[in-house]
């Protein structure tokens, strides 16, 4: 059984940065494209970065691109979120996600992340 669990979310100003984290328990860490995604209070859930196998390739939403930086360990089995200049819209519950083919998708519970002054 594939797990993704985040933790790193809380409370922060305007202009900080917050790191997330997330553990993916099960099968083969390394095979799975990872991503992160957010949802804000009555509204969709957003993508937000996803980043390859073997973490060579990154991709970002406009809105965070040049802000947010997606990486990964394999061998901790491990990807995080490091979100810098945070406004108060990126105020969201952030959900760890992982793209396995040919096994579906998993999320994690979800993370929530409070940008306010």
């Known amino acids: 059984q594939v797990q993704p669990v985040e933790s790193g979310g809380g409370l922060v100003q305007p202009g900080d940065s917050l790191r997330l984290s997330c553990i993916v328990s099960?099968?083969?860490?390394?095979?799975?494209?990872m991503g992160w995604f957010r949802q804000a209070p009555g509204m969709e859930r957003e993508f937000v970065a996803t980043?390859?196998?073997?973490?060579?390739?990154?991709y970002y939403a406009t809105s965070v691109k040049d802000r947010f930086i997606v990486s990964r360990d394999n061998a901790k089995i491990a990807v995080s979120l490091q979100m810098n200049s945070l406004k108060p819209e990126d105020t969201a519950t952030y959900f760890c996600?992982?793209?396995?083919?040919?096994?579906?998708?998993?999320w994690g519970q979800g993370t929530q992340v409070t940008v306010s002054s």
């Open positions: 099960g099968g083969t860490f390394s095979t799975y494209v």
């Open positions: 980043i390859s196998r073997n973490g060579r390739s990154t």
């Open positions: 996600h992982a793209n396995i083919v040919g096994l579906g998708q998993y």
